[in-house]
């Protein structure tokens, strides 16, 4: 299975040609906003409300967000259809992250510009119109698609939930990202060296990130209208600091769950943010 997408944004964090002067400025943010998204992070976790009905926000367990993850009906029983449409998205699965990783292992070995769509459509084992039904460039094919958060989970942190707490809720959608990863270290090392050597990846990585933090800086100012603008995007980029430092142990050898190192690290965090 290839990289998420997810991790490539991370990449983008950190900068990779020197910053001109309107980089700069816009480094520069009002102390007291840090201080007020940091407090964010460091909120404790507030106590779950009572579930109200459909509106309410409810006490959702983490059985809950299996639910979300993999959809009730695989927690009962599938129809056949049901079990087809499975079977196609795996199959669709698995060419998408055959074809990235060729792209990848393509980039690594020839530089972006020293293959084609033809011979990146022939390492996949895959007709030209089959590659590009799934990626129309080469850069969408090393960098894969971008993550998706499931509209139901969406509107369960637009209304406040599910826990109730921001930073903890925030917690779940990166979970939901994460949910179905399987990340390997030769990848990881791979697409490292790949996104420092070429400069076109890594501009496209960083519009990705830019991309899908304003997403989801869209929806903590619609659960919270308070928050929007940047104290909405710096809390994003917190997250994205603890998840990288997460990544950093993945990479380093520990082998637990990505998922789970998030929490740990993001539990450091709030710890010497408090």
């Not at 698995?94 to 393509?106: G, K």
């Not at 399987?182 to 420092?196: A, F, K």
């Not at 603890?242 to 190192?261: E, I, T």
């Amino acid at each position: 299975m290839t990289m998420p997408p997810a991790w490539l944004m991370v990449v983008a964090t950190a900068p990779t040609t020197p910053w001109s002067g309107a980089v700069c400025s816009r480094m520069v943010i009002e102390y007291d906003e840090v201080v007020a998204a940091a407090r964010l992070v460091t909120a404790p976790l507030s106590a779950p409300a009572a579930v109200t009905g459909k509106s309410g926000q409810g006490n959702v367990t983490r059985i809950t967000i299996l639910h979300f993850l993999v959809g009730s009906a695989t927690l009962h029983s599938m129809s056949g259809s049901a079990i087809e449409l499975s079977r196609r998205d795996a199959k669709r699965r698995e060419t998408e992250d055959r074809i990235s990783d060729c792209a990848q292992r393509l980039v690594a070995e020839h530089g972006l510009d020293g293959f084609t769509m033809e011979d990146l459509a022939a390492a996949a084992d895959v007709s030209r119109r089959t590659l590009f039904n799934y990626f129309p460039s080469k850069v969408d094919a090393v960098l894969g698609n971008l993550p998706t958060i499931p509209a139901d989970v969406r509107e369960t942190f637009v209304r406040g939930g599910p826990h109730g707490a921001l930073v903890e809720d925030l917690a779940v959608l990166a979970r939901v990202v994460l949910a179905d990863t399987d990340l390997q270290r030769e990848q990881v090392d791979r697409l490292q060296h790949i996104l420092t050597t070429t400069p076109r990846l890594a501009m496209s990585v960083h519009c990705r990130f830019e991309e899908v933090s304003a997403d989801i800086a869209a929806l903590v100012a619609q659960r919270d209208p308070g928050l929007t603008g940047m104290p909405a995007r710096l809390l994003v980029r917190l997250l994205v600091t603890v998840f990288d430092s997460a990544m950093a142990a993945y990479v380093a050898g520990d082998d637990r769950p990505l998922a789970d190192l998030f929490d740990e690290h993001l539990a450091a965090a709030r710890r010497l943010l408090a």
